[in-house]
């Protein structure tokens, strides 16, 4: 039994932040089987940081430095209403730290991401 969709919560251990929606993490499943994953936040879209202007490629650096502060690496999170991505190997969730917020929904507080649904995304660059 795999995980994605899943109800309940799966913790994961952060590895390695790739952006700012997306780090890879150690997913713990049952049976004490532990498997690495890149995880994208489900909910939230934020510059790349391979962008198209030197706009967007420092809005990335800095959504990608604040996940890095949410969730340093070791930390334990909750994975929640998971879901295959377009991308092999990659899971979309809602990412959930210790103290019950919702990383994706902090960036986009904080003004470094944008609600996301799927579908287009809209440019960074005007």
Known sequence: MGFVGACRATPAAVDYIFDGDTFA??????????ISVRVRLINVD???IHGQCDH???MANRARDRLAEL??????????????D???G???????????????????????GRPYAGGRREPWCH
């Open 56 to 58: 967007e490629i420092n």
């Open 90 to 112: 990659r899971i979309d969730a809602n990412v959930i730290m210790a103290d019950g917020r919702d990383v994706g929904r902090v960036l986009i507080d904080e003004g470094l």
């Open 25 to 34: 993490a150690f997913v713990m499943l049952p049976d004490d089987i532990r």
């Open 46 to 48: 934020t510059p790349e």
């Open 71 to 84: 969730i340093p690496l070791g930390t334990v999170v909750e994975l929640k209403n998971i879901k295959d």
């Open 86 to 88: 377009k991308y092999l």
